[in-house]
């Protein structure tokens, strides 16, 4: 089946350095994908919507500028967290939505970021 | 606005017993309802889903009823199985739209 792979599965970070953070699906095009945070017993909350050769759409209150996504090919997008706090601390998790079929989405792992 | 509420977990329950995990939703449109899985390490996986009023979306021996009247989408299982012990994600759609609403997750633990 349709796999979608995030990487890391967790990192630890200082405050103040920049994270980034990959999400392939491995045997589909994924001309969208989306981002999205999840605090501690809260819901999964879309963060932005990631278009291959576009730049990505955020949701209010996220900002553009400290959560980067670049979306440079059918099969790959990024989230950098830059001059991360830890306030950022979250769990990051993608998911990708098959070209060919276009209603379904395929989720990533998931990657659990930790700010010092 | 478009909201789902989860019941509170975690909820564990011994192999063989019958699960309710209560969700109810908000929303200004007409939703899609689904129910994802999220198994140790991997990602989010797509359990069931309706996309109507009364329909009932089934798999791996899991059912969810649409009831628009009470704007729920219950997820239930006669029988649960240690391999069941998952985080259990409901969430919406509205149509025409690409974004998911989730709720906040149900930790499901099924002790032998």
């Known amino acids: 089946g349709a796999v979608v792979s995030q990487h890391p599965s967790w990192v630890i970070c200082k405050s103040g350095t920049s994270v980034k953070i990959e999400c392939r699906s491995l045997?589909?095009?994924?001309?969208?994908m989306f981002w999205y945070r999840q605090f501690p017993k809260q819901s999964l909350m879309l963060m932005a919507t990631?278009?291959?050769?576009?730049?990505?759409?955020?949701e209010q209150g996220v900002e553009k500028d400290k959560f980067l996504i670049n979306h440079a090919s059918l099969t790959l997008s990024t989230l950098t967290v830059t001059s991360a706090h830890p306030e950022d601390s979250s769990f990051y998790i993608c998911?990708?939505?098959?070209?060919?079929?276009?209603?379904?989405?395929?989720f990533g792992s998931g990657t659990q970021l930790s700010v010092l | 606005g478009n909201s789902v509420t989860q019941m509170e977990g975690p909820v564990t329950l011994s192999e063989e017993a019958f699960l309710t995990i209560n969700c109810t939703y908000t929303?200004?449109?007409?939703?899609?309802l689904f129910w994802y899985v999220q198994y140790p390490g991997e990602g989010l996986q797509l359990l069931l889903k309706?996309?109507?009023?009364?329909d009932k979306g089934s798999n791996k021996g899991f059912e969810a009823t649409y009831r628009k009247e009470t704007t729920s989408f219950h997820l239930e299982k006669g029988s649960v199985q240690v391999s069941d012990s998952a985080v259990y994600f409901c969430?919406?759609?509205?149509?025409?739209?690409?974004?998911?609403?989730f709720g906040q997750g149900t930790r499901l633990t099924i002790n032998p």
């Open positions: 998911s990708a939505r098959n070209d060919a079929t276009n209603e379904k989405l395929f």
């Open positions: 045997d589909f095009q994924a001309t969208t």
């Open positions: 990631s278009n291959e050769g576009s730049k990505a759409t955020y």
């Open positions: 929303a200004t449109g007409y939703p899609s």
């Open positions: 309706a996309t109507k009023a009364d």
């Open positions: 969430a919406l759609v509205i149509q025409g739209a690409q974004k998911l609403v």
